[in-house]
DNA sequence: GTCTATATTCCGATAGAC
DNA sequence: GTCTATCGGAATATAGAC
């Protein structure tokens, strides 16, 4: 695998983070590269083809944090914070998250990119219920609704505000995260 | 106040809710009105005066519906109810709000455009947060978190949703808006 | 395999016709 | 006051050089 690709996935995705996928060019990324736009298309033929590579690069990285965070038998708690860690980290480099940064374009994107954000979202999604469900079972999470529901309100606060943040400076994310998970404890 | 200019605004609304605002163009918009993309130009000289035109019209419309709800002598309630209301029809018809769709796109807008995304973002945010603090006085509302953490939260929880809806299909709006309702309830 | 020169289309915007 | 013909530039993408 190029190093050269491996770079214009990584200035892609920083793109799309800050501008949005519909505001950048290939050109954006080849001056930052030193090289000329066409060079880019070389590696993906389609602004289509990098866009999916994005979300997919994207989707491995989240399957390989829940499977490190299972072999390392971290509880739905530590889980929970290491996930919304990532929030907080975004937040701090001013990034929104990928499904944030694509979901508003989400009527402009080839059907491939479509397929993979819907994965990438399904994959958050499963996974944040799965925890809540597990944890209230445990009964270390405590919530009275639909743990489907409340994933998709937690996951949805964790995305807006990181968007409204940047509307809104003086927003506090962490006291945000902090109200989250707040919420969630007995 | 032309009518073309109204119906301009209107369309132009429409992409950014639907499209998000750099993926749409005057030509889009002139050929809906059956007219040269040129002549869109003679209304608002450049793409920044008409985004600036639609959050202001917006904000506009917010200011009235608050105005109208107040004079109304709606309480807290029935307030938020109203509020959740336009949530729940911009999900019928399959839009986001102005906010969640020009938010991503901060970073790309020309400053005067940014400033009234920012003041609609503040007025929305700042309202709720009155009705959130009253409604908690009266003791009609429960909730331990800071009014101002709890406003971005339920906002954000809105905004977000509608995003997370387009990306996946099966996700039932109204719940998330009874749970978020919910949870307010002593 | 890697990149450049070049084509094509579409964008936002100006100057000027009616 | 309203709109059209047209421009300059930037976007994505192809064909072909090294």
Not at 144 to 150: G, L, N, Y
């Amino acid at each position: 695998m190029s190093v050269t690709r491996e770079k214009i996935i990584e200035l892609g995705e920083h793109h799309i983070r800050t501008k949005g996928y519909n505001a950048f060019s290939y050109q954006d990324i080849s001056t930052e590269l030193g090289i000329k736009n066409a060079a880019v298309h070389y590696y993906f033929p389609t602004k289509e083809n990098l866009g999916t590579s994005i979300v997919k690069t994207n989707i491995q990285r989240f399957e390989e944090m829940i499977d490190n965070m299972h072999s390392r038998g971290f509880d739905e708690w530590k889980q929970l914070d290491t996930f919304i860690k990532i929030y907080i980290k975004s937040h701090r480099e001013q990034k929104l998250c990928i499904v944030g940064s694509l979901g508003p374009d989400f009527n402009t994107l080839s059907e491939t990119t479509k397929a993979e954000l819907i994965k990438m979202t399904e994959v958050i999604l499963t996974w944040l219920t799965s925890i809540l469900t597990q944890g209230k079972e445990k009964q270390i999470f405590v919530f009275s609704e639909d743990p489907q529901i409340k994933a998709t309100i937690i996951l949805s606060s964790l995305v807006a505000s990181l968007q409204l943040s940047r509307i809104i400076d003086k927003i506090d994310y962490k006291s945000i995260c902090h109200a989250i998970i707040k919420d969630l404890k007995p």
